[in-house]
C-alpha cells in the first residue's frame, strides 16, 4: 500500500491542478464518501459524517483510485478481503503519518492498544497523540483505526460511534472464524 501526501484545495483540484472525484458507497454500515484524485484515494468518509453529495468541492466521477476503491470496499464487506492494495495520498502531519501507516500494520481482526502503536512507532508515551491522530485519520476502514483499542480491552473512540467500531471488530471476527482461524 503507498501512503504519500497530497493537498487538496476548495477549488475542487489536488496537487498541481489534478481533478478530485467522488463518489458513494453503500456499505452495510451505511453510506460512504470517498474522494480521490488521479493518484489515489484521499478521503474514506464515515457514515453520517459528511453532507449528502456536496460534502467536497470535487466533482462526482469515476476514476480508477475510486473504482478500485469500491471494488476493494465490496471485497472487504463480503468477507473476501483481509488487506487493501490501494495508492492512498492522505493529508496530515509528519506524525499522523507516521501513526496511519502503522495502522496498515495491525493484522486482519487483532486489535492493538493506542500505547502498543506508540510503542511500535518509537515513542511509547504518545498514546493520546495517537489517538488524536487516530481521530484525524481521513481513510477510516482502509488504514484501520477501529483495530485501536484501550489499554484495558474495552471499545474506546471512533469517529463513526462506537457500534460501528464494533461492528468492523465483529465483522472481521466472523470472517476469520468462518474460514477456520481464531482472531486473536
Known sequence: MTLSTKQTTATGT????????????????????LVADDSGLRELHLPGLFA?????PAR????????????QLEAYFAGELTQFDLPLVPEGTA???QVWRALADI??????????VAARI???KASRAVGMANNKNPLAIVLPC??????????????GGLWMKEWLLQHEAGVVERNGAKPH
Open 95 to 97: 506524525f499522523q503519518l
Open 60 to 71: 462526482k466521477s469515476a476514476s480508477a483510485p475510486l473504482a478500485k476503491a469500491v471494488e
Open 52 to 56: 449528502a453529495h456536496d460534502a467536497t
Open 107 to 116: 493484522p486482519y481482526a487483532k486489535t492493538e492498544s493506542y500505547g502498543s
Open 146 to 159: 477501529h483495530r485501536v483499542i484501550g489499554s484495558n480491552g474495552s471499545l474506546v473512540g471512533y469517529g
Open 14 to 33: 489536488g496537487d498541481a491542478g489534478r481533478p478530485v472525484y467522488w463518489t458513494t458507497y453503500k456499505a452495510p454500515i451505511g453510506e460512504i464518501l
Open 122 to 124: 518509537g515513542n511509547p
